[in-house]
């Protein structure tokens, strides 16, 4: 070949296109190199980029080509299943390639770094037979967090690694190392020894059904459903078949959410399999990032368990996709890059011709949907019979209640008897997806949008009503427009007037209130499970923070002060998220020994969704809700992708996105539907006025068609202004 090669990048830019660059003239560049990393100049700066093509010739005139810089790398950092997954989730989320794998990729790689390191795996720590003996409560107060590292690992006998501690527990070497130097605990760098490993258990019918169906399909691509409750075995289902998985000589990869990523279930892993096991998730330093991504990419790790962006991890080997709690929606990436990391797992397994378990103890509509249509295997554990334990559940109508009273004075009664048996409390606020509304407490009338199939939202500022959909405004009526009531009731209460309220009502009550607000600091959370764990806590008040994962041994009663949250939510997925978070709160009261209640806050204690729930259980309620969905025209039935616009005044966001939805309208693609532009629920947030344009379509293909016309000029007609993003699939709107 007589001219040097084209090399074609992606680089981290808004812009889609590749770049064209030129090799130096002792490079010795071939189809090999594709998947490197090699640095060029752009405008002004140095950028990074991987070679994704190698080209004869370019459409760029010779003498405005300039030549790269640096190769990075002698081998690629993605390897071609890598760079058809990222392919695959540029075009069908419409983000900008480069910008993708910028995101997918360490940010040590993405700085330049080797893809080499020469730090050690993480360290093994175990209980000596001295620190067997301390009883961790007989520590002084200030040290705590001693006390907490030497329960953790007397309960884990063999040994758990520092990653792991350091799930639970920022930072714990120094913590690690005070306990070393009282002979308490000890490093150990060897793996554990094959007879310390907890053996596989004798799986139950349902059990050894699920594994045998999914180990006959170990080699095909092979989408499951494993549905069941809490403490019904799924992890064991998983623990099984990753064991076959890995005698084969194949990886795992297992997702779960952040927030049930805790030593429990990592330990758990630790205990069965005598492997390295690379851990990936947002408390990483940098270094231990990139350290776990080699292991992976390396193939010396057979088992990956990560949070959302684990799911981009190499896998050379991959033999299974597990996601537990499939549900959860911090899956979804709700900026930039909007990926869903449950989706993008699903479509990696297709790729890789390996099953795929999706678990939940209340999955979600689009996955029972995909396993009533049959996509998914639908595999059912039932519940343990005799080990469960079913709260009792009582409907409290807030309708009879004083105005402006919070704690129903049957709710106040169930804490004072639950206070005097000194077991604790938890008090749940649901605030997600939620907007205040208007409601009649006489005729249980709401403010609806007469357009759309959507409840009105209210702005306390303006007291005016507004579709979050269509965007239209009224005024807020004074009077019920049905029974002419004055008894309209605005549906909204925070957790901070929740707690004033019990302090009032319970003063010699210790309180703690946990949501995003009072756990801002790295380690509040930390230290105020530990305060609840130590029993310093008799009512804890929380968000959906509380309802997740975390074990609280003590709580007998759950109180749930408004469920017509999620009954009245504006987005349409409001009334799934409160089922699910409704069955995870109330598996949260009681344990084997002290039954537990639960107590629902309800304007609506007719609600047919609310008593199908507690009836019937969430299957009969999920059948209702798709049923729903199905007659109103939303997913699962339909698709949706919401483009976003942010800016510094409402009118520039709107306008913009009318701009765009006129040229949207002048394409004349039939079978799409635009709803807005309407001001997003929570309107203003850290300055910027959000605005949304929601495109439907029955068909993913003709709205996706559509959407990426509007990705080649919504860079030019946005203003510097506006800052815009698309998203597909959305969770919230
Ligand atoms: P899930 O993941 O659905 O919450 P787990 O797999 O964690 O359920 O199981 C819950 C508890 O039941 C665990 O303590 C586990 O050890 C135990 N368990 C699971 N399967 C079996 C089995 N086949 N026999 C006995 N105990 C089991
Ligand atoms: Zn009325
Ligand atoms: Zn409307």
């Not at 084209?6 to 594709?34: C, G, K, M, N, V």
């Not at 005097?420 to 938890?426: C, Y």
């Not at 942010?646 to 079978?671: C, E, H, P």
Request: hydrophobic share 40%.
């Amino acid at each position: 070949m007589s001219n040097p090669p084209i090399l074609r990048l992606a680089l981290p830019t808004p812009l889609q296109s590749l770049f064209d660059y030129l090799a130096p003239a002792d490079w010795h560049i071939t189809e090999q190199h594709i998947g490197t990393r090699i640095q060029v100049p752009f405008r002004k700066q140095v950028l990074m980029g991987i070679l994704l093509e190698v080209a004869e010739s370019s459409n760029i005139p010779a003498q405005k080509l300039k030549t790269a810089l640096n190769l990075l790398d002698n081998t690629p950092v993605l390897n071609p299943a890598d760079l058809q997954l990222i392919h695959w989730a540029s075009r069908y989320y419409h983000y900008p390639l480069g910008q993708v794998i910028a995101s997918v990729l360490p940010t040590l790689l993405n700085a330049g770094h080797p893809t080499r390191l020469d730090s050690p795996p993480s360290e093994y720590w175990c209980i000596t037979p001295k620190g067997q003996f301390i009883d961790p409560t007989d520590l002084p107060r200030q040290s705590h967090r001693q006390a907490y590292l030497l329960s953790l690992l007397q309960e884990n006998p063999q040994g758990l690694s520092e990653t792991t501690l350091a799930l639970d527990f920022p930072n714990p070497r120094k913590t690690l190392q005070a306990l070393q130097k009282r002979g308490w605990v000890n490093q150990q760098t060897v793996m554990r020894d094959a007879d310390s490993l907890s053996p596989p258990l004798p799986l139950n019918p349902a059990q050894a059904h699920a594994v045998t169906q999914i180990s006959q399909h170990l080699d095909q691509f092979y989408p499951c459903l494993l549905d069941g409750v809490t403490g019904s075995g799924k992890t064991e289902v998983y623990l099984q078949l990753i064991q076959q998985v890995i005698q084969q000589g194949k990886q795992a990869l297992v997702l779960v959410p952040e927030i049930n990523l805790t030593p429990q279930m990592l330990g758990r892993f630790e205990q069965r399999f005598n492997v390295p096991i690379a851990v990936l998730h947002s408390r990483l330093s940098p270094k231990e990032r990139l350290y776990s991504w080699l292991q992976a990419r390396a193939g010396t790790a057979p088992i990956v368990i990560g949070t959302r962006s684990a799911v981009w991890t190499p896998l050379p080997q991959l033999g299974i996709v597990i996601v537990d709690e499939e549900h959860d929606p911090s899956y979804k990436q709700q900026e930039g890059f909007c990926y869903s990391a449950r989706d993008v797992a699903m479509m990696r397994a297709q790729y890789a011709k390996v099953p795929i378990l999706l678990g939940s103890a209340t999955p979600s509509l689009d996955s029972l949907y995909n396993a009533q249509q049959q996509r998914y295997q639908h595999l059912i554990l039932p519940e343990r019979a005799g080990i469960a334990v079913h709260p009792s559940i009582h409907l409290v109508d807030m309708r009879t209640q004083p105005r402006q009273q919070i704690l129903s004075t049957a709710l106040q009664h169930y804490i004072r008897a639950h206070l005097a048996k000194q077991q604790q409390i938890l008090l749940f606020i649901n605030r997600r997806g939620y907007a205040p509304t208007l409601l009649c407490l006489n005729c249980q009338w709401t403010a609806h949008c007469q357009h759309c199939d959507a409840r009105l939202t209210y702005h306390e500022a303006s007291r005016y009503l507004r579709c979050h959909h269509c965007g239209i405004i009224q005024a807020a009526p004074k009077q019920c427009p049905d029974c002419q009531s004055n008894n309209l009731q605005l549906l909204g209460q925070g957790t901070e007037r929740v707690e004033e309220q019990l302090q009032q009502l319970f003063p010699e009550a210790r309180i703690l209130r946990i949501d995003s607000d009072s756990t801002r600091r790295k380690q509040a959370m930390f230290d105020m499970l530990e305060q609840i764990h130590r029993g310093e806590v008799d009512i804890l008040v929380g968000t959906q923070m509380l309802a997740k994962g975390h074990h609280f041994p003590n709580v007998t009663l759950v109180g749930i002060i408004n469920i017509d949250g999620g009954l009245f939510s504006v987005d349409f997925r409001g009334t799934e998220r409160m089922a699910q978070l409704f069955i995870q709160v109330a598996g949260r009261a009681g344990r084997a020994e002290n039954a537990g209640e639960v107590v629902i806050q309800t304007y609506q204690p007719t609600h047919e969704l609310l008593n199908c729930l507690i009836s019937k259980g969430y299957h009969a309620f999920a059948d209702i809700v798709l049923k729903e969905r199905q007659q109103t025209d939303y997913p699962p039935y339909t698709r949706l992708i919401l483009l976003r616009a942010d800016s510094k005044t409402t009118r520039l966001a709107l306008d913009f996105l009318r701009t765009v939805k006129d040229y949207a309208q002048q394409l004349n693609i039939t079978g799409v539907e635009l709803w807005g532009p309407a001001p997003a629920p929570m309107e203003k947030r850290a300055n910027y006025y959000r605005a949304h344009l929601l495109l439907q379509a029955q068909q993913r293909s003709t709205l996706h068609y559509l959407v990426e016309q509007l990705q080649n000029v919504l860079p030019s007609l946005a203003t510097k202004d506006i800052r815009w993003g698309i998203d597909v699939d959305p969770l919230d709107l």
